[in-house]
Each structure stands twice: as structure tokens, then as C-alpha cells.
């Protein structure tokens, strides 16, 4: 169990206790209680911001012991004008990688969809609508629109994903009961170039990555702007990242490859 998820269940018992104290013995001090409520909402709050801590859900964040190479991971599109430039920096480089689309995307572009896939590239699920509040949404809204996203990739690729990351990496107990009922593994990264922010520095973007390309690792990159309203700088910072990889003999893997193995990392949750 991750560390975070305990400590949500230590401090939930904990707040149970001082409830019962209060309806038993003696109220507790307002000062004491009020430090106990901020407590638990700014761990709360942990689990819901950082998925990594897996509070909620269980999260692959890195390979399993043993993993070769470097799972590169694309979020936000497909994008017809950034997509193709990735995808031919992937090919020269004989590099596979995972594409987390969003749904209503795939929907508009899904000759795009199609190709990421003939050319051997993993297709997952960034949900269909990016919704930057859905970790607040309702479990039957999480649903519809992640059922609505896996039903668009399998018309077009007749495949269904089992591979999903959360809008903005935003988790929830909700989100973690409906990615369980439709079977979902929930990835994370271990290295991430913030490469989605309008005007990130491809060169920053880069540096960020390349001191965390090791066996094993998963990448967060962009290959298209949540709202297509600025270029993202991962694919310029990709030929950097590419060839840091190729000088320490790193290849390109699909996620979905190491899952298939049956491995975990005992670190993810």
C-alpha cells in the first residue's frame, strides 16, 4: 500500500477518534479541532493534485524491476499540426512511444488516430472532454464521458484502451472506483518537462527530462496544447530527449509493453 493511502487511513481513524471523544467525554478544544479539519483537507487535497502519491488510486509511475528502456508518453491530442512532426521524429529515431488522447480529439481527427497506430504507438485515454474540474465531477459523469472516450478510440481502432491518465493528473475516490469497474490502468511519469504551459522553453523543457531518462522511467510529454491555442514546446524539445536517450543506449517503449509482462512497480500506487 503507498505510503500516502495509509497515512489517508491513519488520519481518517484519527478524526473518527476525536468525533467519539467528543460525543463520549468531553468536546475538544476548537483550536485543536480546527487544526484537525485543515489537516485532513490539505491531505486531501495531496492526494487530489498529486497523483504520484496514489493516495486514491493505484498508479503506474515507472517501469517494473528489471525494465529496459524509456516509455516516452504524449498527452492532449491528437493535433494535426504537432502530431505528425512527433511521429516522424518517433519513426527516424525507431522509437515507441504511448498517446494519450482525448476522446473529442480522436473524434474530429481520427485518420490521425489511425496512423499513431500503424506506426506501432500504444493508444490510451486522457479522458474525452479534459475536464479540468473532473476530479470534483460526479462518479456517473466520470463514467459517461471515460465510457464516451473508450467507445471513440475503439470505433476507430477497434481496439479498446486500457491505459488512462486523468485530466491535469487530477485523481479522486470517484475516479478511482470508476477507472476499477471499467478495468483501467492509471499511468503517471517518473520525469515530466512541463512542456504544456504556453511558452514553456523547449531547451528547459529538455533539461527537466534528460537528468530523469533512465531504464525504467516514463516521460510526460505534449504533443498538442489542451486547448490547440499555442504550440507546445514538447515536440522541439523531443530531438534533444531523442538523442540523450540514443547516447545512453536507452530504447523507446510502449507502456503498455511493460504491463503486458505482468509486472508492477511495488513503488506505484
Known amino acids: 500500500m503507498p505510503f500516502a493511502r495509509a497515512l489517508l487511513y491513519a488520519a481518517s481513524l484519527g478524526a473518527l477518534a476525536l468525533v467519539a471523544r467528543s460525543l463520549l467525554v468531553a468536546p475538544v478544544p476548537i483550536a485543536v479541532a480546527g487544526a484537525a479539519i485543515a489537516g485532513y483537507l490539505a491531505l486531501v487535497l495531496c492526494g487530489v493534485f498529486f497523483l504520484g502519491l496514489g493516495m486514491f488510486v493505484d498508479v503506474v509511475k515507472r517501469g517494473p524491476p528489471g ?7 504524449f498527452d492532449d491530442g491528437p493535433s494535426p499540426e504537432h502530431t505528425p512532426a512527433v511521429l516522424a521524429l518517433l519513426d527516424e529515431a525507431g522509437v515507441k512511444a504511448t498517446f494519450f488522447v482525448i476522446g473529442r480529439k480522436a473524434e474530429a481527427h481520427p485518420e490521425l488516430v ?8 500504444a493508444i490510451a485515454l486522457h479522458s474525452h472532454a479534459h475536464d479540468r474540474l473532473f476530479s470534483l465531477r460526479s462518479a456517473r459523469r466520470v463514467e459517461q464521458d471515460l465510457r464516451q472516450g473508450l467507445d471513440v478510440i475503439e470505433r476507430i481502432t477497434g481496439a479498446r484502451p486500457t491505459l488512462f491518465r486523468p485530466p491535469v493528473g487530477h485523481t479522486s475516490p470517484r475516479i478511482a472506483r470508476v477507472v476499477d469497474a471499467l478495468d483501467l490502468d492509471v499511468i503517471g511519469w517518473s520525469a515530466r518537462g512541463f512542456d504544456g504551459l504556453a511558452g514553456a522553453d523547449p531547451g528547459r523543457v529538455a533539461a527537466r527530462i534528460i537528468p530523469g531518462l533512465r531504464d525504467g522511467a516514463i516521460v510526460l510529454l505534449h504533443d498538442a496544447a489542451e486547448r490547440d491555442d499555442h504550440a507546445p514546446a514538447g515536440p522541439l524539445a523531443l530531438p534533444r530527449i531523442l538523442a540523450a536517450m540514443e547516447k545512453r543506449n536507452l530504447v523507446g517503449v510502449r507502456v503498455d509493453a511493460w504491463l503486458d509482462d505482468g509486472a508492477r512497480d511495488d513503488g506505484a500506487a
Do not use: D, K, Y
Open 67 to 73: 525494465a529496459r528502456g524509456v516509455a516516452l508518453t
Open 114 to 121: 489511425r496512423e499513431i497506430a500503424a506506426r506501432g504507438h
